[in-house]
């Protein structure tokens, strides 16, 4: 019987009969199924990988490093917004805040887990090694001091949680952005710190000082 130049699957050939002709797709079908075996099942977020240097022979395996998956995509609404129940299986959480507007000019502050214990502790203040504790990552001022202006949608902040599911260590947070302050000036805002508390960050909660949300979009990253 022929078969195909590239992985020989069995083909009918030019003397078959015509009344055979279903047997032979069977035959070039299974083929075909057999081959490709390997590019069924898996799981979500697993990826396809290259098991021998034999055609077709492939795995599907979980990324172990240098991935990036979307976790949620949340909109900023109402005096607060919390983000729960975030998948704890990465390394890093990368954090897209942008577009935020108001009710009114305030301050902006994230509180991981909903705490305000002074849980952040700032260390790129006035003296590097002993910065102010915080109750949240502020992103327009490490000492609550500088208001958002409330209808200028022109901001965004990148803010990354680094071992964020560790329940044995404090979190390192890096965060960079940029807004319109409440005089209408743009503003640059960087702050490095870290999370005091060794239980897992398991959600963000988004608070305004005064006022509500009238839009805003968040965007979570697991990095593994």
Do not use: C
């Not at 077709?56 to 109402?78: A, N």
Request: negative net charge; without cysteine.
């Amino acid at each position: 019987m022929p078969t195909t130049s590239n992985f020989g699957w069995t083909t009918p050939a030019d003397t078959d009969l015509v009344k055979d002709g279903a047997a032979a797709i069977r035959t070039l079908g299974n083929g075909i199924d057999t081959s490709f075996l390997d590019l069924k099942g898996g799981t979500t977020g697993q990826i396809l990988s290259k098991a021998t240097n034999t055609d077709l022979d492939f795995s599907w395996v979980t990324s172990t490093s240098g991935g990036m998956s979307l976790l949620s995509t949340t909109t900023l609404s109402g005096a607060s917004t919390t983000i729960s129940s975030i998948d704890q299986t990465y390394t890093n959480l990368n954090v897209f805040v942008y577009g935020i507007t108001l009710s009114a000019d305030a301050t902006i502050r994230i509180e991981p887990n909903s705490q305000t214990a002074s849980v952040f502790q700032v260390v790129n203040y006035a003296n590097i090694t002993d910065g102010p504790a915080a109750s949240g990552l502020y992103l327009t001022s490490n000492t609550n001091t500088v208001e958002l202006e409330s209808t200028d949608s022109n901001n965004a902040w990148s803010i990354v949680f680094s071992n964020y599911a560790s329940t044995a260590s404090q979190k390192p947070i890096a965060a960079v952005g940029g807004y319109v302050n409440e005089q209408g000036s743009t503003g640059g805002f960087t702050s490095f710190g870290y999370f005091k508390d060794a239980t897992a960050i398991s959600s963000l909660k988004f608070t305004t000082s005064t006022g509500t949300f009238s839009g805003g979009t968040v965007l979570i990253y697991g990095v593994k």
